[in-house]
């Protein structure tokens, strides 16, 4: 059984910036790797998604094609910056997107994790606020579904400027990745029951 992963890099940052955020939702994916799952990364700032809360709000809206791989995928990893204490607008705009799956169906049976990365304190409640939010259109979340980093309030220092990823965040990355792959697996073999 082969499974697949997609990062949506909600960064700020336009390509070709170097990002944090992309960094961390690398790190992620590489993990994943290591347990047979295969993944790919879009950097949503980098496409047209308009805002609404339909699968398509027509006129050049580049989500259907998004929505397509997220449906596809049978893990999603959320990575988002910390602005001012909260997720970026951009992760707010794919929430709010996957919004129209809550009568679909389709998203029952994948998994969920997130990554989060900032100089401000923020990231346990934009995982709340993350998980809450893809639990109600159907994503199973494993147990430490999370993996973030935040650097010193007001500093300086981004994720992507540190030498290397600091012990505690490269081990929580291996968790995240190991428990995302098993959960995945479990759910691709035997999914929910229907209602």
Known sequence: MTLTALALVCTLKPSPQESSTELIASQVLE????????????RVVDHDVKPGVDKDMGDGDAWPGIRQQV?????????????????ASVAHRVLER???????????????????VGNEDGAHAISAEVFQ???DVGFSIPANGVV??????MGKVDYKDL???????????????????????LLSASGYPKA
Not at 72 to 80: E, G, M, Q, W
Not at 148 to 153: Q, S, T, V
Not at 170 to 183: D, K, Y
């Open 31 to 42: 993990s994943l790797a290591k347990h047979g799952v295969t993944g790919s990364s879009v």
């Open 71 to 87: 449906v596809d995928a049978d893990i999603l990893v959320l990575a988002t910056p910390t602005w001012m204490g909260h997720a």
């Open 98 to 116: 996957l919004d129209a799956e809550i009568t679909e169906g389709t998203l029952a049976g994948k998994v969920a994790v997130a990554a989060v």
């Open 133 to 135: 939010a893809l639990n």
């Open 148 to 153: 973030y980093w935040n650097g010193e309030a």
């Open 163 to 185: 030498p290397k990823s600091p012990d505690s965040v490269a081990e929580t990355i291996e968790t995240v990745g190991i428990n995302a792959a098993h959960l995945a697996g």
